[in-house]
């Protein structure tokens, strides 16, 4: 990074950063989230009960998503292939060793 000439910055000074991302930009799911059946791409989206159902979703070539999944939805990406239509799960949490 260059050293910006209208602020004081020297080498070990701490400092906080805002990042933006802009509006209409979707990020990558993980490639183990993702179900390939009859030529379709599908997760499994999770809705607030916990109940899992197979959504179709588009991606382009770096696995962003193109439509089907909005900000805030919440996907499975562990066990999708065992998972079931309307089957129920749970988030993992991580437990802290002792």
Do not use: C, Y
Request: avoid cysteine; glycine fraction near 12%; proline fraction near 6%.
């Amino acid at each position: 990074m260059e050293r910006p000439r209208e602020h004081n910055i020297l080498p070990g000074m701490s400092g906080r950063v805002a990042l933006s991302i802009p509006q209409g930009t979707s990020g990558a799911i993980p490639k183990r989230a993702i179900i390939h059946d009859a030529g379709k791409t599908f997760v499994w989206q999770v809705n607030p009960q916990g109940m899992a159902h197979k959504k179709e979703i588009l991606l382009d070539e770096h696995q962003h998503i193109l439509s089907g999944l909005n900000d805030g939805d919440l996907i499975a990406i562990s066990g999708v292939g065992e998972l079931r239509e309307g089957q129920r799960v749970r988030p993992w949490v991580k437990e802290r060793g002792l």
